[in-house]
């Protein structure tokens, strides 16, 4: 199902179609370095974590990760969108690219986008975004976006720290989730 379209690029809903344009994009360099293994190894394991986490995602919040494509030619390229995370008490933006499509401004039209959906469509007024602490392009996007760094972190189980950034809107509307 289409949730979104900018100039260039159309925002889907993930579905086990969608396997093997996740099982490539999750297991490049990296996104195993800035976000990490998933452990999605082959076709089945892809369709596994899209019913677990996106398609979940959208059941359960209304809102999740969602297919970037390109316009011209649906060429899938990325994903981009709202996530609601155990271990963070808001929901929190999230994107990653295909090395390839980088240096386009692909993640900045998608990420506005999500965010102005999230704030006119979900009602979300505050909105998270993490990344690694050696992610100078994420960090910088974020920045480009509006967000501003609040605090480093650590999830339950990992061994590494990461950057909270917070985007908010002063008053905004009351969180739904």
Not at 66 to 87: F, Q, S, T
Request: proline letters at 6%.
């Amino acid at each position: 199902m289409s949730v979104l379209e900018t100039p260039r690029l159309v925002l889907d809903e993930l579905t086990t179609g969608d396997a093997e344009f996740i099982l490539e994009l999750v297991n490049e360099e990296p996104f195993i370095r800035h976000i990490g293994d998933k452990g999605v190894r082959s076709r089945t394991d892809a369709c596994q974590y899209i019913l677990t986490g996106p398609v979940a995602s959208y059941e359960r919040h209304g809102h999740g990760l969602y297919r970037v494509a390109l316009r011209e030619d649906g060429v899938p390229i990325g994903i981009c969108g709202v996530l609601k995370r155990d271990g963070l008490e808001d929901p929190d933006l999230g994107f990653a690219f295909f090395e390839r499509h980088w240096a386009r401004g692909y993640a900045f039209e998608s990420s506005s986008a999500v965010l102005a959906h999230a704030r006119e469509v979900l009602g979300l007024g505050r909105i998270l975004a993490i990344t690694s602490p050696d992610n100078e392009a994420s960090i910088g996007l974020l920045a480009k976006l509006g967000f501003a760094f609040e605090r480093n972190t650590r999830f339950p189980g990992d061994d590494e720290d990461v950057k909270v950034f917070v985007s908010e809107v002063p008053d905004g509307p009351p969180q739904t989730t």
